[in-house]
């Protein structure tokens, strides 16, 4: 478990950095910090629910998540460049 969470904050931090720096050229403030971490906990949040609604509907996560995934990464590229890179 605690590898778990050390790796999930490891690579959230990664994450960060490297959407700042390299993807949108951007500087590492505590603004964007905060702004990135709404979106992870938005798109956290949908996945989840997009989950729990393919359990209900098809007795199935994988679907769910299935289906979540590319809409986070699109949900994720256009909420960075348009608000916490901008």
Same mark, same amino acid.
């Given at each position: 478990m605690a590898a778990t969470s050390t790796g999930f904050v490891a690579g959230f931090f990664v994450n960060y950095a490297f959407h700042s720096k390299? $993807? #949108?050229?951007?500087?590492? $403030? =505590?603004? $964007? *910090?905060i702004r990135f971490i709404c979106v992870v906990a938005l798109n956290y949040m949908l996945t989840l629910a997009l989950? @729990?609604? =393919? *359990? =209900? /509907? !098809?007795?199935? @996560?994988l679907i769910g998540k299935l289906v979540s995934l590319p809409l986070v990464a699109v949900n994720g #590229? !256009?909420? =960075?460049?348009?608000? /916490? !890179?901008?």
């Open positions: 390299v $993807t #949108f050229r951007n500087g590492m $403030t =505590s603004g $964007t *910090l989950v @729990a609604l =393919s *359990l =209900s /509907i !098809f007795q199935n @996560a #590229f !256009f909420l =960075s460049k348009y608000w /916490i !890179f901008k």
